[in-house]
């Protein structure tokens, strides 16, 4: 009997999906206290975030603010990266990503922030930070998700330097 329709059947299909993609996560340290890292992570967005990760470029002002991560241009348009779905100041920020993806689809950034032990790197310590970006979307739109957010120690990269630590200092976890 011919099967009822023209494509393989799913034994046969290249690459099945296998799940998700692996978490994309990143440790960071910075030698300020957490309620400043934090502050400055979230408050200071439009100080460190790079311009060419933006959707309109040099002038763009970067903001979290009620609930919203975003950036607008100096024209005044506004273009939503995604939505504050949990935080406790200090400790933690989670968004639903979807900077330039479908808005139905989002991902997830949580950033934690931890008292550092004193090291050689930093001798009054400090925060640790970690940044976790998952809840990629099922399939060829996860994987592709994925390939999309690969930028992130260039990103954070920034953002040490804020503090003065070298941008090459993100370490990858995962």
Do not use: C
């Not at 799913?10 to 910075?30: F, I, K, N, T």
């Amino acid at each position: 009997m011919e099967p009822l329709f023209s494509h393989r059947p799913d034994s046969a299909v290249p690459d099945a999906a296998p799940g998700p993609p692996p978490s994309r996560v990143y440790r960071l340290a910075v030698p300020a206290p957490r309620d400043v890292v934090f502050s400055a992570f979230v408050g200071d967005l439009h100080l460190w975030w790079p311009a060419n990760y933006t959707g309109f470029g040099a002038g763009t002002y970067a903001y979290v603010d009620e609930g919203i991560i975003g950036e607008e241009s100096e024209a005044g348009e506004s273009q939503v990266w995604g939505a504050v779905a949990e935080e406790a100041p200090g400790e933690f920020i989670q968004f639903a990503w979807t900077l330039a993806w479908r808005s139905e689809v989002p991902t997830r950034v949580r950033v934690d922030f931890a008292d550092a032990e004193s090291s050689d790197a930093l001798p009054d310590g400090g925060t640790v930070m970690t940044f976790t970006h998952d809840g990629w979307a099922a399939g060829a739109e996860g994987r592709a998700q994925y390939e999309k957010y690969s930028e992130w120690p260039i990103i954070l990269g920034r953002f040490a330097a804020y503090f003065g630590v070298p941008e090459d200092s993100v370490e990858p976890l995962a």
